[in-house]
């Protein structure tokens, strides 16, 4: 998605001081920990999640100081899964540049990402409510069970859409779907506010992975900043291969059922079916499924510029590129 939104722009300043909040918080007395913390951070990365807490509290014009130390948790929570991920997936490159376990080896980025979800823990306990404690902690067991979920589903090729979509809405679309919600809880919205921005959150996370899980067939690597058919390597039934599978001839399904299976094959070959057979468009289609509910909800909250911002996020993401 891109960077220079409009509805970034909107709040750039508290983004400004969420930085800051994380650089200050990544200070520890053991020189590698902030050495590999750092790495991953100033790597860069969209600030997604951040920012629907931050959206979502201004659409009901919530200025509650907690907003910007909640949107550094929900960054360290989602930078520690990466820092997992990036170690289970055996992943070199990331946002251009050489993943953390690439850089400073499997064990540091293990047991840094376990510093991360650890100080996000105890900033959540410094805010000092026990509701919001529960919908952050409740995300990360969530999440933790999703990546396991997917490890369990490597090089099943028989893996069905309604396997996938358990898979990516806990592993990814749960934490948006905490951060949204986390907004209206600050502005004490109430019950249905808290629902409808949950509700975008959710759908807009689960656009934006099936969004990524396309690009691995459809991408550019030096656009992405990182390697085009990882998920096929790493043997991962996506929606593209999904859908493939199901319009293809018996050759294109042995060719991809073979390649989830074994974990190799001829990555230009697998993404020849998946464009033959319409598997982008209907996998697009599917993202904009999810990202038109998630802007439905995004409807029903106040209007104004920041539920405009959010309404611009859910369009963009079907132009989304890297």
Known sequence: MSTNLAALQLIEADLRAVDAVISNRLQSDVPLVAQVARYIIAAGGKRLRPSLLLLTSAAFGCRDPRRIELAAVVEFIH?????????????????GRATANQRFGNPASVLVGDFLYSRAFQMMVDAGDARILRVLADATNVIAEGE???????????????GYLRVIQSKTAKLFEASARIGAMLAGAGEGAERDCAEFGAALGTAFQVIDDLLDYAGDAAEMGKNLGDDLREGKTTLPLIVAMQRADATGRDRIRTAIEQGSGDLAAIAEV????????????????????????????????????LLELGADLLTRRT
């Open 148 to 162: 396991v979920l997917q490890l369990m589903n490597l090089h099943d090729a028989s893996l069905d859409e309604a």
């Open 274 to 309: 998946v464009h033959a057979t319409g598997a982008i468009e209907a996998t697009r289609a599917a993202a904009a499924s999810q990202a038109a509910r998630a802007c439905d909800a995004a409807r029903r909250l106040p209007a104004g510029p920041a539920r405009e911002a």
């Open 79 to 95: 930078t520690a899964t990466l820092l997992h991920d990036d170690v289970v997936d055996e992943s070199t490159l990331r946002r």
